[in-house]
């Protein structure tokens, strides 16, 4: 009976450990339409970590001793107390109301509400620095069909959410969860011209340059002089702007710029942004050199969306970014019709001065082609879609 005494304290502690790392499926949805909401944050605000929804609705957590925050830039967002959570594990986001008396289509000074952030960038975004674990993914599909499907675990430290250099910033990779690559089967004649090193990639810098609102503004601002804003409608908290421009030519090929920014209307901040640039006949005559074959690559679009989130220290941080770009190849007559996405959702936020350049991504290749150094991440993950996982498992 001593003995078994004994035990018992080890026998308690375990117990606790395990319940401490207890995951929860957790199913979000639209309360109108009742359909799954994908990219919902689902997070602990006091210690900043989280995952995110998948296009099925679900996540998987860790249950902490924290109350629980669900959000959506399109919803209300929710407070779940860790008690009720262990109980619970769907919920329903209702859709952000409409201030009626305010929604006027009315013209906006869309560059003078830009430059105003970009002048208070500061006061308004974090300015310490920090390190964010986050999910990196990327999908390639050809004819709705997908190609490629990478998972993996970035670690990115900045001096602040501000970049003047690429020197301001580290990129380490941590473990991939998944890593699939297929070919494209597009030239169906010479098997080997499909290989995924060809299927392209969305360049890396082009990704950093983008990630960083004071950069992306600054770019927008100095390709997008003339722009037509006006705003599209109003919440209790927030301004919705719509703008497009018009068509214009180069020597080749037309263009235009279209989105959408919701602004803060306590600091003005933007807190979400959209953007798009729309393309007409930006085709590109190509030959696959090894076997002397013509073929045709046409760029459709490309779209872009940072989401934020405030921080501990009450400033916006970046919370998801996602860049886009639907293309066509057209070969031997055939149209196929191409897409290509990349997402980092951020799933934990620390103030972190130094890190160690151990595992560091090289910023000349796509992130699929940096290999895994070191595990240096352990939180969620986001979840695949059940299209992912029967890609992933060959069906």
Known sequence: MKKIKNYIPAFILLVNIISYSQNKEILVFDSSTKLPIESVNIY???????????????????????????????????????????????????????????????????????????????????????????????TLSIDNKLK??????????????????????????????????????????????????????????SIIGSIYLNSFLINFLKYNPNLNAFIENSTANETIVSFTSEWKRTYSY????????????????????????????????????????????????????????????????LNSFETSADFSITYNDIKHQGNIKNNLYVLKDAQIDKVKNVGLISLSKPIYQNLPKDIVTNSNSILLSNEENNFIEGK
Request: net charge positive; hydrophobic share 35%; proline share 2%.
């Open 148 to 205: 490629r499907l990478i998972v993996t675990k970035v670690n990115w430290w900045s001096k602040s959410y501000k970049i003047k250099h690429l020197s301001d910033l580290k990129l380490r990779l941590g473990s991939i969860d998944f890593n699939k690559n297929n070919p494209m089967d597009i030239f169906t004649d010479i098997p080997k011209g499909n290989i995924p090193s060809n299927s392209g990639f969305i360049d890396t810098k």
């Open 254 to 317: 037309s263009y235009r710029s279209r989105g959408k920014i919701i602004f803060d209307k306590a600091t003005k901040a933007i807190i979400s942004f959209t953007y798009e640039v729309e393309n007409k006949d930006r085709i590109t005559q190509s030959v696959i050199y090894k076997w002397y074959k013509e073929f045709s690559y046409e760029n459709i679009n490309s779209i872009s969306t940072l989401n934020f989130r405030k921080n501990t220290n009450n400033k916006w941080a």
């Open 44 to 138: 602990y605000p006091g210690i900043q970590e989280g995952t995110f929804t998948n296009s099925d609705g679900k996540a998987i957590i860790n249950i902490l001793d924290y109350d629980l925050k669900i959000s959506h830039i399109a919803y209300e967002e929710i407070i779940i107390n860790y008690k009720e959570l262990k109980n619970l594990n769907t919920f329903f986001l209702t859709p952000k109301s409409i201030n009626l008396n305010e929604v006027v289509v009315r013209s906006f000074n869309l560059t003078k509400a830009l430059n105003y952030v970009l002048e208070n960038y500061e006061n308004l975004y974090e300015n310490k620095a920090f390190e964010k674990e986050c999910n990196f993914k990327e």
